[in-house]
């Protein structure tokens, strides 16, 4: 029988659908370990989101006690939200603390785009516009051009949550005129559920689709050097082998 792997998650308090969507798409012996980090509330809004990484020092090092090969930083706002460049800054921060190999979501999605060759992407959120023009320049930074953005508009994390994937599919399917101009869909936060849906919508649409859980498991996957080609969900998981696949540098020019 094969040793148990662990990956640690830390995600915000409120989220619930990286415990639901990741647990299907592992290998039998990877298991998925998580800890909450605080949060002054359940607006969605950069403070409140920022917020979360005053409690980081405390959730990553319980976290650790549970002995993971790689902590996921998993929130996709509050990486991407620390400033342009920065996204990496709080996987560093729990590296330093804990000794552990880290990566941040937002960290996670660029690699994951790049990987699947996207130049120009249609993305769709659950955020508030403010945060939706902010992850907008987050991807112009790295080279993506942004053909358009669609989102569910929320302002607190509940309404979030009653948001089914199929609900998710169907508004991604609303928007095949622009996506028809788009080489990639991204479906950003960690905290929508989406997964189920990767596959139908890559062959209705004939395009790579990347989300926020799905870069985040690729990309610890990868850094544990397995190969999941068989477990995994969606293009990106077929691109390459994961234990093949450079970890991107990302670079702040």
């Known amino acids: 029988m094969a040793a148990i792997r662990r990956i640690g998650i830390l995600a915000p308090p409120i989220n619930v659908a990286m415990e639901t969507e990741l647990p299907s798409y592992v290998p039998p012996n990877v298991k998925l370990n998580h800890n909450r980090l605080t949060k002054p509330g359940t607006a969605i809004a950069k403070e409140a989101q920022l917020a979360m990484a005053n409690s980081l020092d405390r959730a990553a090092s319980d976290l650790a006690q549970a002995n993971p090969e790689v902590i996921v930083y998993g929130c996709t706002s509050a990486s991407f939200l620390e400033g342009l460049g920065n996204e990496a800054k709080l996987a560093d921060r729990i590296t330093m603390l804990t000794g552990i190999p880290a990566v941040t979501t937002s960290t996670a999605v660029i ?20 945060i939706n023009k902010e992850e907008a320049l987050f991807l112009q930074h790295y080279g993506f051009g942004v ?9 607190d994390g ?27 869909v991204f479906v950003s936060c960690t905290n929508l559920l989406v997964m189920d849906q990767i596959d139908r919508l890559e062959r ?8 926020s859980n799905q870069a985040s498991l690729w990309a610890a996957l990868r850094r544990m050097k397995i190969d999941v080609t068989s477990t995994g969900v969606g293009r990106l998981f077929k691109e ?11 670079s702040n020019a």
């Open 158 to 184: 509940r309404q979030i949550l009653t948001i089914s994937s199929a609900d998710v599919a169907s508004k991604v399917l609303s928007s095949r005129e622009v996506i028809s101009r788009c080489d990639a």
């Open 240 to 250: 390459r082998r994961p234990q093949e696949a450079p970890v991107f540098e990302l």
């Open 204 to 211: 209705e649409l004939n395009l790579p689709v990347v989300t």
């Open 111 to 130: 690699e994951a785009l790049k990987a699947v060759r996207a130049t120009r992407v249609f993305m769709l959120t659950p955020y508030p516009d403010l």
């Open 147 to 155: 053909e358009a953005v669609d989102s569910f508009f929320c302002a």
